[in-house]
């Protein structure tokens, strides 16, 4: 019913800017939570962003506040991921997950997930 697809990922400088896309291509017509997490190699999994069913609210980490920006286009049945001044250290796979209650930083409790982008920051 849920089928989560992240797009937009690349290779970019230090400083530059990425938007990922999350499109869920599924049956269903429930409007999920949204987040947006990252892993990267060596790592456990992360939060950066959530946004809540309508778009009305968002929270960050602390890390990617003030730099990446979480929207929705529910028409579209897709979240976007405004990615700016990234760092070398935002590289990571990152993806997205849909859960019809839970909009927190705990990636365990969010139902679906995408199969993620690779996101490569050069220094």
């Known amino acids: ?47 950066a962003a959530a946004i809540n069913w309508s778009g009305g609210s968002t929270r960050y980490a602390d890390s990617v506040k003030g730099r990446f920006t979480i929207s929705r286009d529910n028409a579209k049945n897709t979240v976007y991921l405004q990615m700016n001044s990234l ?13 019809r209650t839970y909009w927190g930083t705990d990636s365990s409790q969010y139902d679906y997930w995408g199969q993620g982008t690779q996101v490569t920051v050069s220094s």
């Open 1 to 47: 019913q849920v089928q989560l697809a992240e797009s937009g990922g690349g290779l970019v400088q230090a400083g530059g800017s990425l938007r990922l896309s999350c499109t869920n291509s599924g049956r269903s017509s429930f409007t999920y939570f949204m987040g947006w997490f990252r892993q990267a190699p060596g790592k456990e999994r992360e939060f």
């Open 87 to 99: 760092k070398p250290e935002d590289t990571a796979v990152y993806y997205c997950g849909a859960d």
